[in-house]
Structure formats: structure tokens, C-alpha cells
């Protein structure tokens, strides 16, 4: 096998059958043996049944994994990834946002030697506040992990076997692939790709979900935050030295004073949001660490659908 597509789904109801239909007309004019592995991530629309019904009609290059709820797009892919078989395996969006009409692109990268290849979006077709947050968050990665992506939202991504077996030896449950896939890579490339809008439905990442999966790139693969901690309170310290030495003089040259009140409450509630903050950075790091030692299985497979079974021992 040659060739392993990796597409986690989440109530993509409207866009499997065109992804399918795209996916097969590129890939069956490859001169490669291929596979689409559609990974369901727990969905409660009709998914499920149209993956059946595909499946069904050519389980010769699909394979489909039933999840037993909703363990998130990253662990959908880490999956996928176990179950695949080919040498280079791709990855991409099931809601048509990266065409696979790119997928070319892509491998003719791999071919050139590069272990992975990053799809980076030309003209990125999402809001203004996903893009610019995003461009934020790339600055903020690149400055406290060192991990060089040029466009870390893009799941349209070629890696090679040898990264994904590395990535499969990586047991962590709060992981971000393209960060982890880096981590591992020796000769990173990248090519420029189309994006497109949503072709139905909406996206799957609230605020909230989106900031906890950047506090996984985060926590995941740097100390940075907690060292900021440890900083801001050392800075905090050698400026409350001053300022107590300060009050010291004035009482002495001054004498006793009495006003000032606000100027107090003020500094005081920045100080207590600074400390909230404080714990809850640590508290982040804690969480993640409670989740590993917990030990339990990263997400649950209620049934795969695959004509050859890959010989692998789950978790
Ligand atoms: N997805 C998933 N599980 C989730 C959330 C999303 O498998 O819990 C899938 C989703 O079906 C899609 C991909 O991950 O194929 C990217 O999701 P989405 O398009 O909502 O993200 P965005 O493009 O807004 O970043
Ligand atoms: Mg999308």
C-alpha cells in the first residue's frame, strides 16, 4: 500500500458523499495503491449511516472506525493513523475546506525526500478572528516550543511512515499532530495549497474548544507558560521590594499619610488576577498530568469496518 488518507468526521453529514466522490476521481488517477480511512468521532447525525453505505459499496479502499463518542479531531487522526497501512500517509479536513485536488501536491513532495510536507493555505477562507488569532497563536508557538510551522490550523498534511510510527510510540492524549509530526521530523517541507470556505454545516470549534486546544499545543510541548509564572512573580517581588523601601523613606522623611486607598486597591486587584492566572497555568499542566496517570484508554473504538485488519495491539 502506497498511499493512507486519514479523514476524521464529527456531523459531517452533507459533505462525505462529495469528499468521497472528489477523493476517489485524484486518487484513482494516482499510479499508487491507496486506502481512505474515515474515522467517526462520535456523531450524532446520520454520519455514521453514510459511512456504512460507503463502505459497503467499495470496502476495497475504505475502511471506516466507529468511536464511541467524541474524543476530538486529534485523537480521531491518531486513530486513523494506527490503522493505516501505506508509506506515506495524508491527511485532510472532511468539510472540503482543503480540496483534494491538492493531495499531488503533496506527494510529489514526499517523493522529492522530505518526510513531511505541510499544506499551507494561500488564502485562508475562515473568519477574521480565526485568522488573526491563529496568526497570534503561530507567534506565540514559534517563540516559546521552537516548533517552525508556517500555518499550524492546516490539517492538509503529508507524512511520512516512518513519522507515524514515531507519532504512534507517543502515547499522550492532549497532543496536536502537525506539533508532534515536527517533533519527529528530519526534513520538513511544504508546499502551497488552496482553502476553501465550508461546504456545509459549521465549524466544530467553539472559543473555548479552540483555546483549549492551543493550551494543548502549549502544555504539550513546551514549559514556557510555567517559566512565564516564575518570572512574573520574581518581577512582581524585586518591584514590591522597591516600592516597600519607597514607603519606608516617605514615612520616615514624610511622615504618617493616609491616603492612597485607591491606588492600593488597584494594584492589589491587578496582583490577585495575576495570581488567579498563575494557578490556573499551573492548574493546566496539573489537569494533563491527572488525565496521563489515569491511564485510560485515549478514545474507544466501537467498531471498524475493514476488510484487512492491521495487526495492531490498541493502547
Ligand atoms: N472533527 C472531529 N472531531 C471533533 C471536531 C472536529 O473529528 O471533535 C473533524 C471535523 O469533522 C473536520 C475536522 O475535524 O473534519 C476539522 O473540523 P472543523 O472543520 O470544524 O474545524 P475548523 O476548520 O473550523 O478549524
Ligand atoms: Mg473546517
Known sequence: ???????????????????????????????????????????????????????????????????????????AIMSGFEQSIGQTVVTLDADLQNPPEEIPKLLAEIAKGFDIVEGVRQVRKDNAFRRYASRLNNWIRQKTTGIQLRDQGSMLRAYDRRVIELMLMSKERSTFIPALAYSYASNPGFVNVEHAERNSGKSKYSIARLLRLHFDLMAGFSSAPLQFVTFTGMGVAALSFLFFIYMILRRIIIGPEAEGLFTLFAIQFFLLGLLLFSVGIVGEYIGRIYLEVRKRPRYVIRKTLSKEEKTTSHE
Open 1 to 75: 500500500m502506497d498511499l493512507s488518507v486519514v479523514i476524521p468526521i464529527y456531523n459531517e453529514e452533507q459533505n462525505i458523499v462529495p469528499l468521497y466522490e472528489r477523493l476517489n476521481n485524484v486518487l484513482s488517477k494516482l499510479s499508487q495503491g491507496y486506502e481512505i480511512i474515515f474515522i467517526n468521532d462520535g456523531s450524532r447525525d446520520s454520519s455514521a449511516q453514510i459511512l456504512d453505505d460507503i463502505y459497503s459499496k467499495d470496502s476495497s479502499h475504505v475502511r471506516v472506525i466507529h468511536f464511541n463518542g467524541n474524543f476530538g479531531q486529534h485523537m
